[in-house]
T-cell receptor, first 116, second 109 residues
Framework: EAQVTQNPRYLITVTGKKLTVTCSQN?????MSWYRQDPGLGLRQIYYSMNVEVTDKGDVPEGYKVSRKEKRNFPLILESPSPNQTSLYFCASSSGLAGMVAGELFFGEGSRLTVL | GQNIDQPTEMTATEGAIVQINCTYQ??????LFWYQQHAGEAPTFLSYNVLDGLEEKGRFSSFLSRSKGYSYLLLKELQMKDSASYLC??????????FGTGTLLAVQP
């Protein structure tokens, strides 16, 4: 089954404790992206990756890191989480054509993070 | 700048037709997407327009006017399960998909 898998789905942590949200897709997609969704603000892009070893900042990258060492995986790292990073996070992937997102974005089920 | 505008909420009756509008401003333009998101779930793809005109897909249709920076999603024969948020998203020339804040549609009996 074609899917994007995120873990953990739910996490409560404390300020400053490093955490990683994993994302894996089995569709051989080149394009992957992380979004956060907050009430009244919609989905905002954190980071994206056009291919292995190619990552770039989205609209709200502060406080986050990513890596793309393999095509299927795109982990999101919060080195020192703060309460303003409490949010619902979505990983997504698409086949993407050169220079374009294009096509359908497939989303993971979301990871609800609370930072106390 | 880049901006996507859509109404915050709409209400419609089961069996009726509803049109959800979206206006956009993007740096360059590579397409306009509509996604559906039920409460507590991930967004799912509904439609993609890159050329002017209407794209029909069953009960859902999406329209695009590039000259006006305008799109709409048309839902026919509304069902209770269509109650969800509908997200308009524009792809500019920078490999980014910019989402609107979504329109929460409530379908009433």
């Amino acid at each position: 089954e074609a899917q994007v898998t995120q873990n953990p789905r739910y996490l409560i942590t404390v300020t400053g404790k490093k955490l990683t949200v994993t994302c894996s897709q089995n569709m051989n997609h080149e394009y992957m992206s992380w979004y956060r969704q907050d009430p009244g603000l919609g989905l905002r892009q954190i980071y994206y990756s056009m291919n292995v070893e190619v990552t770039d900042k989205g609209d709200v990258p502060e406080g986050y890191k990513v890596s793309r060492k393999e095509k299927r995986n795109f982990p999101l790292i919060l080195e020192s989480p703060s309460p303003n990073q409490t949010s619902l996070y979505f990983c997504a992937s698409s086949s993407g054509l050169a220079g374009m997102v294009a096509g359908e974005l497939f989303f993971g089920e979301g990871s609800r993070l609370t930072v106390l | 700048g880049q901006n996507i505008d859509q109404p915050t909420e709409m209400t419609a009756t089961e069996g009726a037709i509803v049109q959800i509008n979206c206006t956009y401003q993007t740096s360059g333009f590579n397409g306009l997407f509509w996604y559906q998101q039920h409460a507590g779930e991930a967004p799912t793809f509904l439609s993609y327009n890159v050329l002017d005109g209407l794209e029909e897909k069953g009960r859902f249709s999406s329209f695009l006017s590039r000259s006006k920076g305008y799109s709409y999603l048309l839902l026919k024969e509304l069902q209770m399960k269509d109650s969800a948020s509908y997200l308009c998203a524009g792809e500019g020339a920078t490999n980014k998909l910019i989402f609107g804040t979504g329109t929460l549609l409530a379908v009433q009996p």
